[in-house]
Structure formats: structure tokens, C-alpha cells
């Protein structure tokens, strides 16, 4: 008897142990494992809503701009964009993370704004938002990257920190040489009065140069009269 409750207690320990290796199986866990916190999720959702922004912009401006420049590079960054989104959203189905599926509501205001402009104003606001769109993402990728928990969606901000700060630079330089930005010299303006370029910048006003000249040459005649005079004066007393 006491056979049999000594094999019916191993197996009923058995049968736990068994079970509690399944239940430990069925919990998340490992990189990406378990939940992750409010600092990966809302990292995740406003890349995709900037990815969204970005490929939408991009892509009209690709249409729609006026420098030939800023077309290209509103392609490039569109095409960028669309595999940082796909890489997101592979990363978001191994986590179990519904993303949004549309920009946010100030990205759907400035959207509604570029498609009403146009000419060298559209292009000025492309870039405008461009850099503020990604000044704001930059920002929000370096705080995943600082305060970040999961592995794995740190690692994806850190492998899209460059392309961020490479778009950056990009419409930075750009909005800089934009005609519509106001910046540089008019084409076919005259230099300054009285600059000569390739004097390094001495005066060459022609009124000052006549009179310097009449100057000297008043000088002179002043002092071959003034020697004249001493002479005769010496030749009187003699």
C-alpha cells in the first residue's frame, strides 16, 4: 500500500513538473520577448506614422517640385523611407504590435498644406517640413536609443538613426540654395561701390583716385615754389 502512494506521489510530481515546464514555455520571453514598454511602443508607432508622412510627401513632391533637385531628392527619401517602414513592420509582426496604418494628425495638416501650394512655394515647404519632420524623429530615435528596453527595437533605432540624420542634411542644404529661401546673391548684381574684387578688396573709386592724384600734384608745385623762392632770396643777399 504504501508502495503504491509513494508511485502515485512521484507521478503526481511528475505530472507538475511537466506542467510547469509548459507553462513556463507558453511565456514570452528572450529578445522581443514579454511586453514591451511604453518607450518601444510609442517609439515604434511615431516611426511608422513619420515613415507614412515622409513616403506620402516624397512622393508628391517627386511630382510636383519645381527644382529638379529637390525631386530627386524627395524620391530618395521616399524609397528610404518605404524600406525603413518595411523593416518596421516585420519587426512589429515578431512583437506582436499593431501599427498605425496613417500619419498623425499635425503630419495630415501640413500634408493638406503642401498639396495647396505650389510653384517655389511648394518646394520651400517641402523642405520646411522635412526639416522639422526629421529634426522631431531624430530626437525621438535618440530617446529610444538612451531609454529604449527591447533589443530588438533599439537596434532598429539605432540602424535608422544615420539615414534620419543623412535626410536632414540633405534638406538642410537644399533649403539653403532654394531660390525661394531669399539666401545668397541676386544673380547679375554689381559688387559694392569702391570694392575691387581682385584687389583684395582695396578702394577703387575713380573721384578719390583724380583726387589723390590732383592732391600729390599740388603738393608738388608747392614745394618746387616754395625751393625757388629760398633761392632767390639767397642769391640777394650774395
Do not use: C
Not at 7 to 26: C, E, P, Y
Not at 97 to 109: F, I
Not at 125 to 135: C, E, N, S
Not at 203 to 209: E, G, M, Y
Amino acid at each position: 500500500m504504501k508502495v503504491r502512494m509513494v508511485a502515485a506521489s512521484l507521478f503526481g510530481s511528475a505530472v507538475l513538473a511537466t506542467a510547469g515546464v509548459g507553462i513556463a514555455a507558453a511565456q514570452p520571453g528572450g529578445p522581443g520577448g514579454g511586453q514591451l514598454s511604453q518607450q518601444d511602443q510609442t517609439f515604434m508607432m511615431q516611426n511608422a506614422q513619420t515613415d507614412l508622412a515622409e513616403i506620402s510627401a516624397g512622393q508628391l513632391a517627386a511630382q510636383r517640385a519645381t527644382s529638379p533637385q529637390v525631386r530627386q531628392d524627395a524620391q530618395t527619401i521616399a524609397s528610404d523611407h518605404q524600406q525603413v517602414l518595411s523593416t518596421l513592420q516585420d519587426l512589429a509582426r515578431d512583437l506582436h504590435v499593431t501599427l498605425p496604418d496613417s500619419p498623425d494628425s499635425a503630419q495630415q495638416q501640413q500634408a493638406q498644406q503642401l498639396s495647396a501650394a505650389s510653384g517655389a512655394s511648394f518646394d520651400q515647404t517641402y523642405l520646411q517640413d522635412m526639416i522639422q519632420g526629421h529634426q522631431t524623429s531624430i530626437n525621438h530615435t535618440q530617446q529610444e536609443i538612451q531609454s529604449g528596453s527591447d533589443r530588438q527595437v533599439v537596434d532598429f533605432a539605432k540602424s535608422y538613426l544615420p539615414s534620419a540624420q543623412k535626410h536632414l542634411q540633405m534638406v538642410q542644404q537644399l533649403s539653403s540654395t532654394n531660390p525661394a529661401s531669399g539666401t545668397g546673391t541676386p544673380s547679375g548684381a554689381n559688387p559694392p561701390s569702391g570694392v575691387n574684387a581682385g584687389s583684395g578688396g582695396q578702394a577703387a573709386d575713380p573721384q578719390l583716385s583724380l583726387a589723390w592724384i590732383a592732391g600729390l600734384a599740388g603738393g608738388g608745385a608747392l614745394l618746387m615754389l616754395s625751393s625757388g623762392g629760398a633761392l632767390l632770396a639767397a642769391r640777394r643777399r650774395e
